[in-house]
Every structure is written in structure tokens, then in C-alpha cells.
């Protein structure tokens, strides 16, 4: 069994989801986001923050607060979690959310519920790229018709410190490539299609004669 700093027990994607118990859990796992199509927020009662099945965000009859009351979007999507034993996935909400997305609710619901597009989310699959973050998991359950669901919702996340390998790979990738380099590719490019080059385009200097 491997146990976390803090004292709690780490488990692997495959063990949580077989795990018949509910409780907080912690994974270390890459993390992605698989459907981009997603709404990425809920509209919630700005009072009880109940959710609500709606997208339209006209003053809401809140049975519980027993008034009309304004919804406000908050940020909540589906994220999928990865290891070496399965995948699974997960949703994520509020802050944590919307750091991944860097965005706020009001922008991501603007966006996927006001215009009806769907999120870029190309700094998004950069970001999370190759990274194994230590997860705090939640497994809950709800009943619906006599079936019994486990949902798995993220706690908290932070990247692992980064294996020695992919900060040499970053620090040659810093190393800007010689001048002199710059100019005998373009040469090559330029002798290969001679016939296409315009004729204005001067050579850089001759360094030597043929
Ligand atoms: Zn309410």
C-alpha cells in the first residue's frame, strides 16, 4: 500500500472505480478533457446554489428560497483521469474549473450557452499535457430508479514535480539556433527549388564560391 505526505491512502484509477466504498480518494493521474463539446457550466440559484436544468437565465421561481431569484452560471465539466490501470472520468467545478480553463463562468457560459460555440480549448490540452498531478477525489453515490450511480468529483489537484528527463528536453529547446545555421537552410531551400524562386530575392552574402 502507498501512502500520500498527508497520511491518506493512494489508489489507482482501477481501484477506485471497483472500490464499493465512498469516501475521499487519492490518485496520481494525468489529467484531459475528452469532449470538448461540453457545456463547461451549470446556471445555479444564486441563493440556495442548487443547480438548475435550464440554460436560460431568466429570474428563476426557486422553490426552495421560495422567491424568484437570479441564476448565476458557475463553471462545471467532465474530465477524464488516466494511469496506467484504467481511466475514468470525473467532473471538476468552481475555481478549480475554471483555473483549468482559465475562465470565468460568466465567460464560459457567454460562450457555450449565450453563443452557442464550443470552447477553444487548445491551451487547455497543452497545459495538462504530459503532467501527473497528485488527485483528492470524491466517490459519491446517487439513486435513480432503483440504480444506484458513483459520481467521482476532484477535490483538489497539483502537479507533480516534473521527471529530471523533461527538464533537460525544455532547457535544450531554450538554445536559439545559430545564425549561421538560419542561412544555409534557407540557401538549400532556395537551390532545391530554383526554377520557382522570384529572381528579386537576393542570396544572403556568399561565405564561400562554388
Ligand atoms: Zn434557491
Redesign the pocket.
Given at each position: 500500500m502507498i501512502v500520500t505526505i498527508a497520511g491518506q491512502q493512494l489508489l489507482s484509477i482501477a481501484e477506485i472505480s471497483s472500490a464499493p466504498s465512498m469516501g475521499v480518494f487519492y490518485v496520481e493521474a494525468e489529467m484531459a478533457v475528452l469532449d470538448e463539446f461540453q457545456d463547461f457550466c451549470v446556471l445555479e440559484?444564486s441563493?440556495?446554489k442548487?443547480k438548475k436544468r435550464t440554460k436560460d437565465r431568466k429570474n428563476f421561481d426557486?422553490p426552495?428560497?421560495n422567491r424568484k431569484?437570479a441564476l448565476v452560471p458557475r463553471c462545471s465539466f467532465q474530465i477524464d483521469l488516466i494511469d496506467n490501470t484504467a481511466t475514468t472520468t470525473s467532473s471538476i467545478s468552481v475555481e478549480l474549473g475554471e483555473k483549468i480553463l482559465s475562465m470565468t463562468a460568466e465567460d464560459i457560459f457567454d460562450i457555450t450557452c449565450t453563443k452557442r460555440q464550443s470552447l477553444s480549448l487548445t491551451h487547455v490540452h497543452e497545459m495538462l499535457s504530459n503532467k501527473v498531478f497528485a488527485i483528492q477525489l470524491r466517490k459519491s453515490s446517487w439513486a435513480s430508479s432503483n440504480t444506484t450511480h458513483a459520481t467521482l468529483s476532484i477535490l483538489s489537484y497539483t502537479e507533480k514535480q516534473h521527471a529530471p528527463q523533461t527538464t533537460t528536453d525544455r532547457t535544450s529547446k531554450k538554445i536559439k539556433p545559430l545564425e549561421i545555421s538560419e542561412v544555409e537552410v534557407m540557401a538549400t531551400t532556395t537551390a532545391a527549388g530554383s526554377s520557382n524562386a522570384p529572381p528579386k530575392i537576393e542570396p544572403p552574402t556568399p561565405n564561400k564560391k562554388v
Amino acid at each position: 500500500m502507498i501512502v500520500t505526505i498527508a497520511g491518506q491512502q493512494l489508489l489507482s484509477i482501477a481501484e477506485i472505480s471497483s472500490a464499493p466504498s465512498m469516501g475521499v480518494f487519492y490518485v496520481e493521474a494525468e489529467m484531459a478533457v475528452l469532449d470538448e463539446f461540453q457545456d463547461f457550466c451549470v446556471l445555479e440559484c444564486s441563493g440556495c446554489k442548487q443547480k438548475k436544468r435550464t440554460k436560460d437565465r431568466k429570474n428563476f421561481d426557486c422553490p426552495k428560497c421560495n422567491r424568484k431569484i437570479a441564476l448565476v452560471p458557475r463553471c462545471s465539466f467532465q474530465i477524464d483521469l488516466i494511469d496506467n490501470t484504467a481511466t475514468t472520468t470525473s467532473s471538476i467545478s468552481v475555481e478549480l474549473g475554471e483555473k483549468i480553463l482559465s475562465m470565468t463562468a460568466e465567460d464560459i457560459f457567454d460562450i457555450t450557452c449565450t453563443k452557442r460555440q464550443s470552447l477553444s480549448l487548445t491551451h487547455v490540452h497543452e497545459m495538462l499535457s504530459n503532467k501527473v498531478f497528485a488527485i483528492q477525489l470524491r466517490k459519491s453515490s446517487w439513486a435513480s430508479s432503483n440504480t444506484t450511480h458513483a459520481t467521482l468529483s476532484i477535490l483538489s489537484y497539483t502537479e507533480k514535480q516534473h521527471a529530471p528527463q523533461t527538464t533537460t528536453d525544455r532547457t535544450s529547446k531554450k538554445i536559439k539556433p545559430l545564425e549561421i545555421s538560419e542561412v544555409e537552410v534557407m540557401a538549400t531551400t532556395t537551390a532545391a527549388g530554383s526554377s520557382n524562386a522570384p529572381p528579386k530575392i537576393e542570396p544572403p552574402t556568399p561565405n564561400k564560391k562554388v
